[in-house]
């Protein structure tokens, strides 16, 4: 016959809408987050949906590309496919690519609010559980997983893939860290998924994941080996001494061998791990091999280190300076799937180990740079640098020092790969700052702890007291204004419960504590989001440009003074790009454009004059973009110039050019001061446009 705790029927307690209750309750505090964050993150992507990067646009060809069948311009060695792969459906199903993409980011945000919820989790196990209550015990859970929703929320205004892999990697780091890593096998292939999944969102994620889970399986081995002779060594006979089952000689004969079989788990393990990665990355590494005739992973590193790598240079600036005639089959040179994006002759070189090691060193420092511009007490920084020390200190209890030892690892790896190329983007490391968030909530739940065995220990070391003659115990603690009357267990004579009283100063302090760091971490994601959300869309001058250039019938290829105005501005206009001009001449420009094939000049918040005044040029006018600050003026480069153009009587430019220079003259600003382009271009003079 069975009971409620073991029913003989294990389906009856599926039905059991009991069952689901408990589920949501044990999640409910997650549930609430992410419809707050979902709420909000909503919010931002519509006010974000016109903010394009160069790498976005990549993206949403790519899933253009797929949606229309075209697999050839879909494949890219430098941008990996799952964030193309993800919005893919949604294009399919008729939404924009831009659109679809930033559908999709708001979901890589949950995810990674999912992630850090888990991690926070798994490190909550190893420390900073408080018993006082199922929610109170989860509150530096929660906390963590609150911060780490605002910080997604931050994160999700950018229009890259940082976000998904950082996702992703908070979960492999979740699962790795579990202790069925050498005990399952089922459960070492799912890390081994999990890290195929970050490749497919980055390529940075392989070397990470080919580091960091060979070290940690080495890791989880140590802990492993060090929990079972700690359980051996508590086991004892009756009369006090240790049980011994064997001689010295088969003791020894019996630890070797169990070493070896600890040791063929960890290989067994890793093996399963590199299983799970190859089969899911294997699929994508068959197309780029087939496609570059090699076997390759991904050319993303390659370029990246011959632009920004050691003895690099200006070779980033260079390989975006210059007209480029764009192919007939790609909207420009540095978006071609076909093609090799163009690499300077100053790209970077082999360099010594001193300047290898002394560029990582910068690299470094900058790196904690963006740790200590994390939050605003930088609590990031403490954290990390009490990972270490935690881990010393930990050291005989295994498990909760391997927990250590994972996360710090992950950082480090992390770290320390980017720091031997370049660290100037704080994008890279939001997967590290999600982590150290984690890790420092999981150091206040320690606090907590720790006040706690002091008060355990001082209430058997002391007896009670009593409180002075007219005093109660809510008095006592009326400066904090938290406690109701009678909530300490006093009695009416006076005298009170001393547990209680400490009890309540324990939980006061850990609550003071707790609140701190959530304004350290929370105060700048929701200072960034609310002027963002306070200022007008992102990205919405390109669009606004774009419209305007196609009211005046311009199609393109387009040449601009910024590139990346340009590229996007091409992107809304439909048309091809040919780059940012290296002349600075008008003379120079016309005839670097018309090598180029570039057919239309936009000058972003620049003077114009020289250009209107160049008889190689055909001014189209220009527009003062309300609200956002930025000017745009366009000119067309005339299709053939045979020598000057008729020269008035009085000498000079032609009429018409000689008043527009006079007019730009008369309202030239004072010094420093902004042209009102609007006001000047509505005066033009006639045959101007």
Not at 256 to 278: C, E, I, Q, T, V
Not at 363 to 380: K, P, Q, S
Not at 443 to 472: C, H, I, K, N, Q
Request: charged letters at 20%.
């Amino acid at each position: 016959m069975g009971t409620d705790r073991h029913p003989q029927n294990p389906k009856s307690e599926i039905r059991n809408p009991k069952w689901i209750i408990r589920v949501i309750r044990g999640r409910l505090p997650l549930l609430l987050i992410l419809a707050a964050y979902a709420a909000l993150a909503a919010a931002v992507q519509v006010h974000c949906a016109e903010l394009l990067t160069s790498d976005g646009e990549c993206y949403l060809r790519m899933a253009e590309s797929y949606a229309k069948g075209d697999f050839r311009r879909a494949v890219f060695g430098h941008w990996s496919p799952l964030g193309a792969w993800m919005a893919t459906p949604l294009v399919v199903a008729g939404m924009a690519p831009r659109v679809a993409l930033r559908v999709m980011i708001g979901l890589w945000g949950a995810l990674a609010v999912v992630g850090a919820w888990r991690l926070a989790g798994r490190l909550g196990n190893y420390g900073f559980q408080i018993p006082d209550s199922r929610l109170k015990s989860a509150m530096p859970r929660v906390a963590a997983t609150a911060c780490a929703a605002l910080l997604a929320l931050e994160f999700s205004v950018d229009h890259r893939v940082d976000l998904l892999l950082a996702a992703a990697l908070l979960f492999y780091l979740d699962a790795v860290m579990d202790e069925r890593l050498l005990r399952s096998r089922r459960w070492a292939l799912w890390v081994g998924i999990l890290g195929g999944i970050a490749y497919l969102a980055k390529l940075y994620a392989l070397p990470f994941f080919a580091a960091h889970f060979a070290l940690t399986v080495l890791a989880r081995a140590w802990a492993e080996r060090g929990s079972r002779r700690q359980g051996e060594g508590r086991r004892q006979t009756s009369d006090g001494r240790r049980q011994q089952c064997e001689d010295d000689c088969g003791l020894k004969s019996e630890i070797g061998n169990r070493k070896s079989a600890m040791l063929r788990g960890a290989a067994l393990a890793w093996g399963l791990g590199a299983l799970g990665f190859m089969v899911v990355a294997a699929p994508w590494v068959a197309v780029l091999s087939a496609k570059y005739g090699r076997l390759t992973f991904g050319t993303a590193a390659a370029t990246s280190y011959a632009l920004v790598g050691p003895g690099s240079g200006e070779a980033r600036k260079e390989a975006i300076t210059g007209l480029y005639r764009p192919p007939a089959d790609a909207p420009n040179v540095w978006q071609d799937a076909l093609r090799d994006p163009p690499i300077p002759k100053t790209a970077a070189e082999q360099v010594g180990l001193g300047e290898k090691l002394r560029i990582a060193g910068g690299n470094a420092v900058r790196i904690l740079g963006h740790i200590a511009r994390l939050d605003e007490f930088r609590l990031g920084l403490v954290a990390l640098g009490l990972l270490p020390v935690a881990l010393v200190l930990a050291w005989r209890d295994r498990e909760r020092a391997f927990a250590y030892a994972a996360a710090l690892l992950a950082i480090g790896i992390f770290c320390g790969g980017y720091a031997f190329i370049q660290a100037e983007n704080a994008r890279y490391f939001w997967f590290v700052f999600l982590v150290l968030v984690a890790v420092a909530f999981h150091f206040v739940g320690l606090v907590s702890a720790w006040l706690r065995r002091r008060m355990a220990f001082s209430d058997s070391a002391r007896p009670g007291r009593r409180l002075p003659e007219g005093r109660t115990p809510n008095r006592q603690m009326s400066g904090f204004g938290v406690l109701p009357s009678g909530s300490l267990g006093g009695t009416s004579g006076g005298a009170e419960s001393p547990k209680a009283i400490r009890e309540s100063e324990r939980r006061l302090a850990a609550a003071l504590l707790g609140t701190v760091v959530v304004i350290s971490f929370g105060f700048h994601p929701v200072r960034a989001v609310g002027g963002l959300l306070r200022r007008p869309p992102p990205g919405c001058e390109h669009r606004l440009a774009a419209e305007w250039l196609a009211a005046k019938g311009v199609a393109g290829p387009l040449a601009s003074s910024d590139w990346h105005d340009g590229l996007h501005t091409a992107y809304y206009l439909g048309g091809k790009y040919a780059g940012s001009p290296r002349a600075t001449s008008p003379a120079a420009i016309a005839a670097e454009m018309r090598e180029a094939g570039a057919t239309v000049l936009l000058v972003w918040d620049s003077p114009w004059a020289a250009f209107a005044a160049e008889p190689a040029f055909e001014a189209l006018g220009s527009v003062d973009l309300e609200g956002i600050g930025r000017h745009l003026a366009a000119f067309r480069l005339r299709a053939e110039v045979k020598g000057a153009l008729p020269t008035p009587r009085s000498g000079g430019p032609p009429r018409s050019e000689s008043r527009l220079q006079a007019e730009w003259e008369r309202r030239r600003p004072p010094e420093g001061g902004t042209p009102n382009w609007l006001a000047f271009w509505a005066a033009r003079p006639e045959g101007v446009r």
